[in-house]
């Protein structure tokens, strides 16, 4: 690039400025909501002008670039450990640990969060950090390196992030970058003065790259709208040691994808299973592999165990279209008895009523499903019988080293219950009462994730896991006071996406994994309960009288859903927490107002530091005698209407003499200068003297610093600070400026 001079560079500036704010816009996909947005944009605003305000200043590029890089440290400090650091901007070894501690906070947030992530103050910080850094990329490149159509790599790399976690691209933010672009090599061509058929070309180029760039970019593998990064949807469960701790993992992964849609003539929504486990060692549940299987034909149909005739049943028939997912295990409404359409050989579990394959995948299935809702009322729960069938008894197999703390909490909510439904609703409930919060990440951060007797005390302890934590707890308390449990994997209902008729549509992702405990009674049969806090919904059998009226609505959130600690929704007997609102409270990310007051400050000082880079120019090249007697004129005039003294467009150097002697009290010597410095400009433009100037030994700028003195004393010392400050020659240019050609610059 060649060298340009720093106040032509403003139109470049505020075109990176533009691009910045546009790029770091695409992540919008991520994350959720749209707060996250103005801190991230206010931090390279600040680092892009302020690094431009340095240039103004006479600064070399580097220093400048190097200014930039101070400026975003500064704005981490401000807004993230004002409270630690010294007049908010100087980092102390306090404010060090608050900015390691959010990144590491914002670390375990990505980790744990599926996408679009819910915003917290760690992942705000991390925002805030990578778009700072992002606007010291862009000075560095533009300026430093005097490459500004290298900024197009760093906006591809970040347009492309979002379709890393889901899969797509978004051409409207794309096509907006390229535009952007395209006005940064317009900017640079106009900094760079070529000629104007030059700006053509430059946006050709640039137009070109960008195509290139995108037919690139869509064959990229992996956009072909499935994640890169995808969630397994439960393709991982049942495959390692623990299916529950890949449960766990699956919901933790950082990309998010449709698993599978479905319409339904169900009224009620459907849970929707995979695997039964009901075989417990004291370290993991899993599944027993019971023998009692059967082939799945489309005239297949298979016997609900245990249920009794006085329960009331509603068929519904739901088909299902797999998108994503792709597992040996079939999803299906529990409990189905028939299955059609399906490709591959697939076996039914006739006891836990699953369908699974060695041979076949569910990758591209559509299928019908029937299913039974059942509805058994309390009063039928209430009068099961205690006795069970030989073949359910193995359901209430434990070890014999049931930690005390499970035994006590098992006990404690159990208190004065006399049949299995009081005992199987107070568990539910006792899980359900507030004190315990729904967290994916807590376990983990904490040493406690897993399924097994040690991870659930610690669980009960620590009261904060995920939907595998409360299944496992359940159903192993249910054993303890002697009702058989088992544990159902499988997802949640999903989004409602429509209705048709009298078929009601849903679209489920690899968020909504989820497992439950199942309860047998006897005369009923398998009966599921919903213990997770702030997840699914629990049935109305098994809703307590004293919360009917709330606790059958039991909302996914999606603060919980994304892996935050947050409050249960509250009931009648579950007031809010307030302690957990006020850790809410504390999570905000800070306010901004000092890093905007420090961007109105910067965009205030503007005017004053352009008109005072502008003088000091004009004198160096007066003093080196580069510059004729014109540009000492021009700096005078446009002095004299900064302090407000009477200078008209129109009038000419001779009147504006006049002018400023009626106003000004010149000294006789001031006076002199005046009329010298007037005598060279017009034999300048008239006789074309370009040599003429003062009497011999005083330079134009001597003469032209004592007009310039003169000037300012004579004014008061509020006039000179407005002058200075917001000078009227930067914010309303003279029409008219008196220039030559030996003037340009």
């Known amino acids: 690039m060649r060298r340009v001079r720093a106040t032509t560079l403003w139109p470049l500036t505020l075109a990176l400025v533009a691009l910045f704010l546009v ?221 529950l701790i890949d449960l766990g993992k699956d919901l933790r992964q950082p990309g998010t994808s449709e698993a599978f849609r479905y319409s339904t003539t169900s009224q009620d929504r459907q849970y929707f299973r995979l695997l039964t486990l009901d075989q417990f060692d004291g370290t993991t549940w899993s599944s027993s592999n019971s023998d009692r299987t059967e082939r799945n034909d489309d005239d297949t149909v298979i016997d609900i165990p245990g249920l009794g005739p006085d329960i009331a049943t509603t068929e519904a028939t739901t088909r299902v279209q797999i998108e994503t997912m792709e597992s040996p295990w079939l999803p299906v409404p529990f409990p189905s008895t028939e299955v059609s359409d399906l490709r591959g050989t697939w076996m039914w579990d006739v006891e836990g009523l699953t369908l699974s394959s060695r041979i076949s995948s569910t990758r591209d299935q559509t299928y019908t499903a029937t299913s039974q809702n059942i509805e058994p009322t309390p009063e039928q729960l209430a009068e099961a019988s205690a006795g069970f069938p030989e073949d359910v008894s193995r359901f209430l197999d434990l070890p014999d080293d049931v930690p005390g703390t499970i035994r006590d909490a098992a006990d404690q909510a159990t208190e004065g219950d006399t049949t299995a439904y009081e005992r199987a609703v107070d568990l539910q409930q006792y899980f359900r009462s507030g004190d315990f919060l729904y967290s994916e990440s807590a376990p983990v951060d904490e040493g406690y994730d897993g399924d097994g007797f040690d991870v659930i005390a610690q669980f009960l302890e620590k009261k904060s896991g995920y939907c595998v934590h409360y299944a496992s707890a359940m159903a192993i308390m249910a054993r303890l006071e002697g009702i058989p449990a088992r544990v159902s994997l499988g997802y949640l209902p999903g989004t409602r996406s429509g209705a048709s008729g009298d078929e009601i549509s849903y679209s489920v992702s690899s968020d909504d994994l989820h497992s439950w405990p199942e309860l047998y009674f006897e005369g009923v049969g398998w009966v599921p309960f919903e213990p997770t806090p702030s997840r699914g919904e629990v049935p109305d059998y098994a809703i307590p009288e004293s919360t009917s009226s709330t606790s059958s609505a039991a909302p996914v959130d999606p603060q919980q859903q994304n892996g935050q600690q947050s409050t249960p929704t509250p009931s009648a007997t579950t007031p809010a927490d307030t302690s957990v609102a006020e850790s809410a409270d504390d999570a905000t990310p800070p306010a901004t107002a000092p890093l905007l007051a420090l961007l109105l400050l910067l965009l205030a000082a503007i005017p004053g530091t352009v008109r005072g880079v502008r003088r000091r120019l004009r004198l160096g090249r007066l003093r080196s005698g580069a510059a004729s ?49 007037l005598e060279a400009v017009e034999r300048l433009r008239f006789a074309g003297d370009r040599v003429a100037g003062p009497p011999e030994g005083v330079s134009l700028e001597q003469a032209t610093t004592t007009v310039l003195d003169a000037l300012a004393r004579s004014r008061p010392t509020g006039r000179r600070i407005l002058a200075t400050a917001l000078p009227a020659s930067v914010l309303t240019p003279s029409a008219r400026r008196e220039r030559t050609p030996a003037d340009a610059h």
């Open 23 to 243: 790029a770091i816009s695409g992540l919008a996909p991520v994350i959720e909501g749209i707060d996250w947005w103005f801190e991230p944009a206010l931090v390279g605003i600040v680092v892009l002008v302020g690094a431009q305000i340095i240039r103004l200043l006479g600064a070399p590029r580097w220093v400048a670039s190097v200014g930039a890089a101070v400026i975003w440290l500064a704005s981490i400090v401000t807004l993230f450990a004002a409270g630690d650091s010294i007049l908010f901007v100087i980092p102390t070894p306090a404010s060090i640990d608050t900015i390691s501690s959010l990144a590491n906070a914002g670390a375990a947030s990505i980790n744990s969060q599926a996408t679009p992530a819910t915003l917290d103050i760690g992942i705000q910080f991390l925002l805030v950090v990578g778009a700072g850094l992002f606007a010291v990329l862009f000075d560095v490149v533009a300026f430093t390196g005097r490459m500004p159509a290298v900024v197009g790599v760093p906006v591809i790399g970040l347009a492309i992030v979002p379709g890393i976690f889901t899969g797509d691209i978004d051409l409207w933010s794309f096509s907006l970058c390229a535009v952007f672009y395209v006005l940064v090599l317009w900017a640079d061509a106009g900094a760079r003065r070529l000629a104007r058929r030059s700006f053509g070309s430059v946006a050709a180029v640039g137009a070109a790259a960008i195509v290139v760039a995108l037919i690139a970019t869509l064959n990229v593998p992996g956009f072909n709208g499935a994640s890169l990064v995808p969630s397994t949807g439960g393709v991982r469960i049942g495959g390692g040691v623990s299916p």
């Open 629 to 677: 007697a014109d540009v000492a004129w021009l700096e005078i005039s446009e002095t004299a209407r900064d302090l407000g003294l009477s200078v008209s467009d129109a009038a000419t150097p001779r009147q504006i003499v006049e002018s400023l002697s009626a106003e000004v009290p010149f000294a006789p010597l001031e006076s002199a200068r005046l009329t010298q410095l």
